[in-house]
């Protein structure tokens, strides 16, 4: 089985930045999409944001669009998170793509762990 | 405003069969679009269940399956067991707004 890990999330001021980062086992790390989803404390899933295996187009939520970055490299993938707020308190997770993405036929077949980031002064 | 909904609980006994059902409206789950089903034991990170309205992840047992119709989908548990207690959540995507959605979530209790 693939192994998701992330990692990254912390405690920041509001209006702070944050930058959390994914990794994945395996080879052909190139060949999936790469997503992170939410969720804040006592709430459901939301998904935050995506990147094509390729890196060459990125989706995201409106919720945090003009403020988050996702990206990636060979090996890992990334989310850089500005403007940060109380309302972006919550688990991350980083999760594996498959199907073909973004449409209605991707889904996430391997999740990291999560990582906390918390939004308070 | 896109939305999927889930029923916030469903409960049963031991051996029962339970179902989750999942409604999608504008643009979602009335087309060819597919509903993926994820199982997330609190504390834990989810996981996936069930793909394509109905294929099976590997090592999910044959008592989990999904199905889809019209507007509609569902989740089904067969001979309930009390590791299945957990929250189930599905999963499609708007072509409109081209965002995934999650639905809002299903608290699963073994009586």
């Known amino acids: 089985d693939v192994q998701v890990v992330d990692s990254g999330g912390d405690l920041v001021q509001p209006g702070g930045s944050l930058r959390l980062s994914c990794a994945a086992s395996?080879?052909?790390?190139?060949?999936?999409?790469m997503t992170w989803v939410r969720q804040a404390p006592g709430k459901g899933l939301e998904w935050v944001a995506g990147i094509t295996g390729s890196g060459d187009h990125t989706y995201y939520a409106e919720s945090v669009k003009g403020r988050f970055i996702i990206s990636r490299d060979s090996s890992t993938a990334a989310l850089e998170m500005n403007g940060l707020g109380a309302e972006d308190t919550a688990i991350y997770y980083c999760a594996r793509s498959s199907g073909t993405y973004l449409s209605g036929y991707t889904w996430f077949d391997s999740w990291g762990q999560g990582t906390p980031v918390t939004v308070a002064s | 405003q896109s939305v999927l909904t889930q029923p916030p609980s469903v409960s049963g006994a031991p051996g029962q069969r339970v179902t989750i059902s999942c409604t999608g409206s504008?643009?979602?789950?009335?087309?060819?679009?597919?509903v993926h089903w994820y199982q997330q034991i609190p504390g834990t990170a989810p996981r996936l269940l069930i793909s394509g309205n109905n294929n099976r992840r590997s090592g999910v047992p044959d008592r989990f399956s999904g199905s889809k119709s019209g507007t509609s989908a569902s989740l089904a548990i067969t001979g309930l067991q009390a590791e299945d207690e957990a929250d189930y959540y599905c999963?499609?995507?708007?072509?409109?707004?081209?965002?995934?959605?999650f639905g809002g979530g299903t608290r699963l209790t073994v009586l």
């Open positions: 504008g643009s979602i789950i009335g087309t060819d679009y597919h």
């Open positions: 999963q499609s995507y708007d072509s409109r707004l081209s965002v995934v959605l």
């Open positions: 395996g080879s052909h790390f190139s060949s999936y999409a």
